[in-house]
Every structure is written in C-alpha cells, then in structure tokens.
T-cell receptor, first 114, second 115 residues
C-alpha cells in the first residue's frame, strides 16, 4: 500500500530565506508526482508535475526533484515571500491497478514571516 | 481558458438529508475525480470517472455515489448525511486516463457542513 509522508509538518521562516520541503513515498511504482499548494478557502493549485522518468522540474522560484528509486521528492522554494504561506501537498499517481488516483501526503504548513 | 468549476461553494445540510455536488471540468478534459478533505484524514480519493464510466472507487460507503454526463460534467451525491461527512469536497479534472502522464487541475471545492 502506497503511503506518502511529508516532513516537516509545519515550517516558519523569515522572508527571503530559501527552504526545502520533503516528500517520501513507499512504493516507487508511480507514474508521476505532483506538488500542490492549498490556500484556506481555495482549492488546490498545481505547482509542478514530475513524470517518473524525470529528475526535476522548475517554475520560477520553485524547483522540484524526484528520486524514484529512493522514494523521495523535494520542493525547493527560493527567496521565500509572505505570499508563499500556504499548505504544500505532494501527491503520487500510482502505477498499475487503480492508476487514476492521487495519493496525497500529509502536507507541510508553511508560514513566511515578513 | 476556464478552470474547474464546482457548485455550490458552500452547503449546510441536516443529518439524514441528501446532497448533490456539481463539477464542470476544463474543456476537453474527460477524466473527473472527486476527493474528500477533512482535518483528520487529509485528502482521500472518492471516485474517478472517464467517458461517463466509473473507473475507480475509493473506500467510502455506498452512500457516496457519482456520475458523469456526456459533456464530462460530473455530479457527486451523498445520501443519508452524517455529521462525519462534513468536509471540503474537491473535484479534479485531467486530460485523459491514458498511462497516467497527465496532471490534475482542481476546483475550489464545495464546503459541506452537516448539522
């Protein structure tokens, strides 16, 4: 059974700091991994999608890496801003069987202090 | 390009009632999935529809059902509501179901409160 864990559960940093969020999964048989942010009162916003054959994806100040063999992904946020404050979720799309569902991690609540 | 639209945004229902939630996917997307988010359980998969057929179902009781129409719009129904059904219900659409290479786009959700 696929389990996805995110560390840390919560993080508070001063504005301008670079930070790394971690995601680990137990079953490496995945199609892809997607990072989302969840803002209160809003739905999920997709940040980055990494296919199982890829090592990393970048979008602006965000960089996500994937090491499928070790079951790990990291989301790097450069020069953090107060607007980055949200809950960050990683989700894997499993391979085989019921392929078309995402298994979500527990989330990291990020607070960027001005 | 319009995003995923969920209606209504908020609902308050009484125990024992039933409720229907609606989701309109991004134009051209044929796969619609539903997720339930609660503080205790996080995001849990409910079911997924592709071309009007339910392809996958999560571990939820039969009170939770859904359907998809020919225009890919989807509805989710919960009958005999319980207090524990209070949650944020999120709909996600994806371009297709082939080989899992597509990402998901989520709607803003419907906040259901059962009293």
């Amino acid at each position: 059974k696929q389990e996805v864990t995110q560390i840390p559960a919560a993080l508070s940093v001063p504005e301008g700091e670079n930070l790394v969020l971690n995601c680990s999964f137990t079953d490496s048989a995945i199609y892809n991994l997607q990072w989302f942010r969840h803002d209160p009162g809003k739905g999920l916003t997709s940040l980055l999608l990494i296919q199982s054959s890829q090592r990393e994806q970048t979008s602006g100040r965000l960089n996500a890496s994937l090491d499928k063999s070790s079951g790990r992904s990291t989301l790097y946020i450069a020069a953090s801003q107060p607007g980055d404050s949200a809950t960050y979720l990683c989700a894997v799309r499993r391979h085989g069987g019921a392929t078309n569902k995402l298994i979500f991690g527990t989330g990291t609540l990020l607070a960027v202090q001005p | 390009k319009a995003g995923v639209t969920q209606t209504p945004r908020y609902l308050i229902k009484t125990r024992g009632q039933q409720v229907t939630l609606s989701c309109s996917p991004i134009s051209g997307h044929r796969s619609v999935s539903w997720y339930q988010q609660t503080p205790g359980q996080g995001l849990q998969f409910l079911f997924e529809y592709f071309s009007e057929t339910q392809r996958n179902k999560g571990n939820f009781p039969g009170r939770f059902s859904g359907r998809q129409f020919s225009n890919s719009r989807s509805e989710m129904n919960v009958s005999t509501l319980e207090l524990g059904d209070s949650a944020l219900y999120l709909c996600a659409s994806s371009l297709g179901a082939d080989r899992g290479i597509y990402g998901y786009t989520f709607g803003s959700g419907t906040r259901l409160t059962v009293v």
